[in-house]
């Protein structure tokens, strides 16, 4: 995701073309002809896939490809960032999307996306994207965040890349969006790594000059930033991200505006796990009476291993002050690869997601491998009903717990549906020259029984730029309104390297208490399992191999003895 140097290639290219992958290019084709009529067109905006395998051997059945196209053709040069020799450049290729609503009219949608990869850290720009008729059709423009966005030094900074992009909307209707700003190697001389906060009060038509939260040299690196609006006062939003430092910390950074985005406070340090230890993929949201949660993971030195856990903290002042953190859950994810070729794929990882419910219920999702003793990675939920003091015990959700899941992104609707998307590769086949990839979205009204729904036909993520592994992103965007979910997602295209993958909204139509067209599962192994040397092995070497593929040189600033 991040910064770096000259390294890199763009990985093996799979030509092969399964029927079922044909089919998702011929409709991609015709989706991207279609303009108004975009969503009937290609199968219409509502809920529901076939029935779907709950890992009993039974072959799904395929329904049409994704609706919904929202990316388009790149506008940006490939010499805009002024970078020669500098790793692959994916040109066309978009990856980690996410979405907003408007609360005060619910047709209106932002997506953010990182625009045109490289493959060894950040992007050429940074896309925003907006729709007034809840996603049909979309206005697309680059940020002023990067050289490739037109930035420069008194309009967001002369940058070479920008990464991280994320999104929200305060009750007033007053868009923020964040994205991290990125030039040379981190931590290597002359390197510099900013967040810009950009601003729109017409619903993502427009967007003022970017305003710089923190800019710092070769000695810090600030990564994984997110934005959260104040549901319960417009003056108020929090932007947060982790900050790591040459000294071998890695402490939470909260910069937050109290007057709707005319001012920010200076950047300050909200927690600090301490030496050897860091922060990562903070994420803060609004509890109705006001109170802020921030989600993050912590990542801990100890005995040459690195050990995770996820955690809260809660301020009821505004951000002004914070409590100290209150532990979720361990970590015990190994990540995801290409189960024949054994080929590395940029996953979520211990990167988690957090949603708040309507009574202020507070929801988490990850992958983990805790319920099959390290053999895979599923995807895991867990819920408080007191606002972040107490968490139940996590449990397995994807349906299909014989393949790897990863990626999931989670969202309550205001009648209390809670919505987990994510992928899974239960399509795949042993044929090694395609790993194909599906898209999910499971649905609960209590967080222990789910249905599932299929959002995405399979595609061949081995199409995927390479980015030190098969990436299409950190996270995907999930928003929702009425009895819809709309899930903003990342996948490939089949047939071109010129243009790897596109960025879709697929609308889920989900009833209240609907099991229609749906595998009802109840939420599967519950038990904290014992871990063993083995797996906290497999989970310390995994947590290394996906920071090295963020921060290049990161094991050795944590001065463990087995870097990769």
Not at 284 to 292: A, F, H, N, Q, S
């Amino acid at each position: 995701m991040k910064i770096l140097a000259n390294s890199s290639t763009g990985g093996p290219s799979r030509q092969k073309m399964p029927g079922e992958a044909r089919r998702c290019l011929s409709f991609n084709i015709f989706c991207q002809l279609a303009t108004l009529t975009l969503l009937s067109a290609c199968g219409g905006g509502g809920g529901g896939g076939a029935n779907t395998s709950t890992g009993n051997g039974a072959v799904p059945t395929i329904p049409p490809a994704p609706t919904g196209l929202v990316s388009g053709v790149s506008t940006l040069s490939t010499t805009c960032s002024g970078v020669p020799n500098a790793g692959t450049l994916y040109t066309n290729a978009e990856v980690e999307p996410h979405v907003a609503i408007n609360p005060t009219n619910p047709n209106n949608l932002i997506g953010t996306w990182q625009q045109d990869r490289w493959s060894n850290g950040g992007a050429q720009g940074i896309a925003i994207a907006s729709s007034f008729d809840a996603g049909v059709t979309w206005t697309t423009n680059v940020l002023p965040v990067s050289r490739c966005g037109n930035g420069n030094i008194g309009n967001g900074g002369d940058y070479e890349r920008a990464s991280d992009p994320w999104v929200t909307f305060s009750p007033n209707g007053v868009a923020y969006q964040l994205s991290l700003a990125i030039s040379g190697t981190s931590f290597q001389e002359g390197s510099r790594s900013a967040m810009l906060v950009s601003r729109s009060a017409d619903g993502g038509r427009s967007w003022g000059n970017p305003v710089t939260l923190i800019l710092d040299g070769s000695q810090f690196f600030n990564d994984k930033n997110t934005i959260t609006a104040d549901t319960t006062d417009s003056r108020y939003v929090y932007a947060v991200w982790d900050r790591l430092t040459s000294d071998n910390r890695g402490p939470t950074i909260l910069a937050r505006t109290t007057d709707g985005g005319s001012t920010w406070e200076a950047a300050r340090v909200i927690y600090d796990p301490g030496v050897g230890n860091q922060t990562i993929g903070n994420v803060i949201t609004v509890l109705p009476d006001g109170t802020l949660i921030n989600y993050f993971t912590q990542l801990n030195t100890a005995s040459g291993m690195i050990i995770g856990s996820f955690a809260v903290m809660r301020s009821t002042d505004k951000g002004l002050t914070w409590s100290q953190p209150i532990t979720i859950s361990s970590f015990l994810g190994i990540g995801t690869r290409d189960p024949e070729t054994g080929a590395a794929i940029r996953d979520s990882s211990f990167l988690g997601q957090i949603s708040v419910g309507p009574q202020g219920q507070l929801y988490v999702a990850w992958q983990d491998a805790r319920f099959s003793n390290g053999a895979r990675d599923a995807i895991i939920f867990s819920r408080s009903t007191d606002g972040g003091l107490t968490w139940s015990l996590p449990l397995r959700i994807n349906a299909d717990a014989s393949v790897q899941a990863m990626v999931p992104s989670v969202n309550a609707r205001a009648d209390g549906t809670i919505g987990v998307s994510y992928f899974d590769m239960r399509s795949n086949t042993t044929d090694a020259s395609t790993l194909l990839t599906d898209y999910w979205l499971a649905t609960s009204r209590d967080g222990i029984n789910w249905t599932e729904r299929r959002i995405c036909a399979a595609f061949d993520l081995a199409l995927a730029p390479v980015a030190r592994g098969y990436f299409l992103g950190d996270y995907m965007g999930l928003v929702s309104a009425g009895t819809n979910f709309y899930p903003l997602y990342v996948r490939t295209n089949t047939g071109t390297i010129t243009n790897r993958n596109d960025v879709f909204m697929t609308p889920i139509n989900v009833p209240p208490g609907a099991t229609a067209a749906s595998v009802s599962l109840r939420g599967a192994d519950t038990a904290e399992p014992a871990v063993s040397a083995a797996l906290q092995r497999q989970v310390s070497d995994n947590i290394v191999q996906k920071m090295e593929q963020r921060v290049p040189g990161w094991s050795r600033l944590k001065a463990l003895r087995n870097q990769p």
